[in-house]
C-alpha cells in the first residue's frame, strides 16, 4: 500500500488527487474547531447528553464535533440519508427512474435533487439539534433571533460538508463521504487510546483484562476485515474460436470476479445512518418519563440494548443487498458476455447465465453481508457483557470496517488510474 501511495506520489496527476483530497480534509478538520455563537463552550464540555448514549457515536462520525456543538456538528449524516432516499425513491418512482437511466443528463438532475434534500433533512436536524443543546442549558441566549442563527449555521455547516465531499468526487480521490468519515474517525482513535491505556494503568483487574479484550478484537478485526476485502469469488469464462481470414481470435479462459464484499463499506455507513434516526426525532420532544412508553421505546436504541445490536446486524445485511441491486446488473454482465461470444461452461448464454450469476452473488453477499454484521456487533455485545465499561471502543467495529474499507478501497482506485496511464512496475 505505501509504496503504491510513492509510486501514485510520482505521477503529477494523481499527485494533485492526492493533494487536492487532503486540502479537503483538512478544511474539514477547520470547520470541525469552529465555534458557533450564542453557546458557551465551558458548559459544553460538561454536557452529558451531548456524549451519551447513541451520541457516542454520532460524535466519532463528527470527529468529536457533535459533543463540540461546533459548526460541522451534524457531519456527513444528512447527505448520507438523502443519498439513500433518493436511491430508494429512484427505484419507487418511475419518472426518478426514467431520470437515472437517462445518462449524465439525468444523473446531474438526480445529485441536484439529492442537494436540495439534503439542505431539508439539515434543517429539520439542525432544529432537533438547537433543541438538544436548549434542553442542555449550553445555549446563552435563547431568543427567537439566537434560535435562527444556531440553526442557519448548523444547516449551513451541513450544507458545505455536501459541498466538500462532492468535490472529493469530482477532483479528489475515493468516495467523498467515505474519506470525510475516514478522518473523522481518525481523530477520534487518540480518545479510544487513551481510554484503553487508561483502563490497563488502572491497577484493576476488571480494567486490565477489558483493556486487553479490546486491544485483541481491535487487531483481530483489523485482520479479518483485510482478509473479507482480499476474498472473491472467480466465475470460470470461456471465449468460443473465431476464424476471420487467416487469423484465429478468441478461444481464451478468463473469469469473472465477484468479491466478497462487493458493495464495500457502504452498508455498515448506511446502517448507522438509518439506526440514529429515533434519537434525532427525540431531539424534538421533552425527555420522556422513567416508565412510560416512549421511555421504554426510545431504550431500544441505546447502545447498550440488544435490540440495537440486532438491528445493527439486520440492516448491514439488508443495505448489502439494496446497494449490490442498485449496482451490479448480472443482465447485462450476461449480455456483454454473449455479445463477446463468451460464456460460464456448463452454463447456456442469456438468461440461464443471467440467473446462475444472480443466484452466485446473493450467496456472496450473505456472506459477506454476514461478517460484516458480526465484526460491527461483536463489540457491542462485549461492551453489554462488560458493563458499558468499553464506552466508544463499543463502536470500534463499525470503524475498524470504515477505516480498513475505505484505506484499501482508495488503495485500488490509485492502483487503477496507475494502470490506465500505463504506469509500469508499481505493483512490483
Partial sequence: MFKTLVNAWKIADLRKKILFTLFIVLLYRVGVAIPIPYLDPVLIESASKLS?????????????????????????????????????????????????????????????????????????????????????????DTSFFAAVVIIACYCAGSSLVMWLAEKVNEHGIGNGISMILLANIISSLPGMVGTMWNQMMSGTVTGIIIAIVSLVLTLGM????????????????????????????????????????????????????????????????????????????????????????????????????FYAAISFNPIEIANNLKKNGGFIPGIRPGKPTSDYITRVTN??????????????????IANMISGNQMGTLAFSGNSIIIVVGVILETTREIESQMSVRHYKGFLE
Fill in 52 to 140: 451519551g448514549g447513541i451520541f457516542q457515536f454520532l460524535n466519532v462520525l463528527s470527529g468529536t464535533a457533535f459533543s463540540q456543538a461546533t459548526l460541522f456538528a451534524l457531519g456527513v449524516s444528512p447527505y448520507i440519508t438523502s443519498s439513500i432516499v433518493m436511491q430508494l425513491l429512484t427505484i419507487a418512482i418511475p419518472a426518478l427512474e426514467r431520470m437515472a437511466k437517462d445518462g449524465q443528463d439525468g444523473q446531474k438532475k438526480i445529485t441536484q435533487i439529492t442537494r436540495y434534500v439534503t439542505v431539508g433533512l439539515a434543517l429539520i436536524t439542525a432544529i432537533g439539534y438547537y433543541m438538544l443543546l436548549k434542553n442542555s442549558g449550553v445555549i446563552t
Fill in 363 to 380: 450467496r456472496i453477499i450473505l456472506i459477506g453481508a454476514l461478517m460484516l454484521g458480526i465484526i460491527a456487533v461483536v463489540p457491542m
Fill in 222 to 321: 483489523i485482520v479479518f476485515v483485510v482478509f473479507m476485502h482480499d476474498s472473491e469469488r472467480r466465475l470460470p469464462i470461456q471465449y468460443a474460436k473465431k476464424v476471420v481470414g487467416r487469423k484465429q481470435y478468441g478461444g481464451q479462459n478468463s473469469n469473472l470476479p465477484i468479491k466478497l464484499t462487493m458493495t464495500g463499506v457502504m452498508p455498515v455507513i448506511f446502517a448507522n445512518s438509518i439506526i440514529t434516526i429515533p434519537a434525532t426525532v427525540a431531539l424534538f420532544f421533552d425527555t420522556p418519563k422513567e416508565g412510560s412508553f416512549w421511555a421504554g421505546f426510545l431504550n431500544l436504541f441505546n447502545t447498550n440494548h440488544w435490540f440495537y445490536a440486532l438491528l445493527t446486524f439486520l440492516l448491514i445485511i439488508a443495505f448489502a443487498y
